[in-house]
């Protein structure tokens, strides 16, 4: 079982290298819910075997030792790895957890300020709100605590589609807040954070998210030409809009964890609404809950055979003997070996 130790390593790698293929040969509807868990997962794992190499480096240094009642010279006797790699992998380990804090209280301050401005936000009677504007854009804010989900809509949007084409672009934001994709797209944002292997893997999920609000839609409307059709023409009117204005795509007031229809390869996406439905794709599927499965078994184990060294080094309790004086004991320490 020793192997399964560097399973989450691997598996890193696995999904470094496979896991922008993998987000987008699922049906996008699966990618986005087995994807982001799966990043998490590993990067969870690789985390884990960091850190208890790490701490096996630190466990030597004699002041700790003496704290945590082990013998240095024994937790290092049968060391598979030099001291000095472990101190690296420790050090890897803490900075690795120091990004990932940094990039979660980035995102909550975020999630707070969208919260606050889709509080101020007034729906209309269709539950969408239209807000003037000059560059056509439609985006979505999530439902957070204290605050309602919404679809924005700018008046330049409205202007550049046509009936059928609104629907669709209300279809696919209102995809976005029912399936809350937001989550997985934090989620594998948080993942890549802390393991930047995982970075292009997680810009896959940003693109699966689209495609299963489009596919959304599709399903909606009936009418998946009718979705590339509409898509196209939004991303096409706001790509004007921003050259004329000389704007870039942050000036338009959506936040990062705001989901877009005018977002991420309109081009590819519309191409593969012009196709047939995506078909399931099971083994694939299996694969990728096959190696969540060994990464969550790699880290068991890696934090058992911690354990285990620990309590191998651990000095023995000091035994107490009877003196031949009467009404005295002595205290007999054993000491352990070189």
């Known amino acids: 079982m020793t192997w399964l130790v560097w399973s989450p390593l691997v598996a890193n790698l696995v999904l470094g290298l496979l896991g922008p293929w993998i987000a987008r040969t699922l049906p996008p509807g699966m990618a986005v819910r087995l994807v982001p868990i799966a990043m998490v997962v590993v990067a969870m794992g690789t985390g884990t075997v960091l850190t208890t190499l790490g701490f096996l480096s630190f466990a030597q240094v004699p002041e700790v030792a003496r704290l945590g009642s082990w013998s240095a010279s024994r937790l290092g006797a049968e060391q598979p790895w030099p001291a000095a790699v472990e101190a690296m992998a420790g050090i890897c380990a803490a900075l690795l957890l120091a990004a990932g804090l940094h990039t979660?209280?980035?995102?909550?301050?975020?999630?707070?300020?969208?919260?606050?401005?889709?509080?101020?936000?007034?729906?209309?009677?269709?539950?969408?709100?239209?807000?003037?504007?000059?560059?056509?854009?439609?985006?979505?804010?999530?439902?957070?605590?204290?605050?309602?989900?919404?679809?924005?809509?700018?008046?330049?949007?409205?202007?550049?589609?046509?009936?059928?084409?609104?629907?669709?672009?209300?279809?696919?934001?209102?995809?976005?807040?029912?399936?809350?994709h937001h989550l997985y797209v934090q989620l594998s944002h948080l993942a890549s954070a802390t393991n930047p292997l995982l970075r292009p893997t997680a810009r896959a999920v940003r693109f699966?998210?689209?495609?299963?609000?489009?596919?959304?839609?599709?399903?909606?409307?009936?009418?998946?030409?009718?979705?590339?059709?509409?898509?196209?023409?939004?991303?096409?009117?706001?790509?004007?809009?921003?050259?004329?204005?000389?704007?870039?795509?942050?000036?338009?007031?959506?936040?990062s964890v705001s989901l877009s229809a005018t977002g991420g390869q309109v081009a590819q996406r519309a191409a593969a609404l012009l196709a047939s439905a995506p078909r399931p794709r099971r083994a694939i599927a299996i694969g990728l809950l096959a190696l969540t499965t060994i990464t969550l078994l790699g880290s068991s184990v890696a934090v058992d055979q911690l354990d285990d060294r620990l309590d191998q080094a651990e000095l023995p309790a000091p035994v107490l003997s009877s003196s031949p004086h009467r009404g005295s004991q002595t205290i007999a320490f054993v000491l352990p070996g070189p």
């Open 104 to 180: 979660t209280m980035r995102v909550v301050r975020e999630l707070v300020r969208v919260a606050g401005t889709a509080r101020r936000l007034v729906p209309g009677p269709d539950g969408v709100v239209i807000v003037p504007g000059a560059v056509p854009d439609a985006y979505s804010l999530p439902a957070l605590p204290g605050s309602p989900a919404r679809v924005v809509v700018t008046t330049a949007m409205l202007r550049a589609l046509d009936g059928e084409e609104s629907r669709v672009l209300f279809a696919h934001e209102a995809a976005h807040v029912s399936g809350r």
């Open 208 to 255: 699966a998210v689209e495609r299963a609000a489009d596919e959304a839609a599709a399903r909606r409307l009936g009418n998946r030409r009718l979705v590339a059709r509409a898509l196209a023409r939004a991303a096409l009117a706001k790509a004007a809009a921003l050259r004329a204005d000389d704007l870039d795509e942050g000036s338009t007031g959506t936040a």
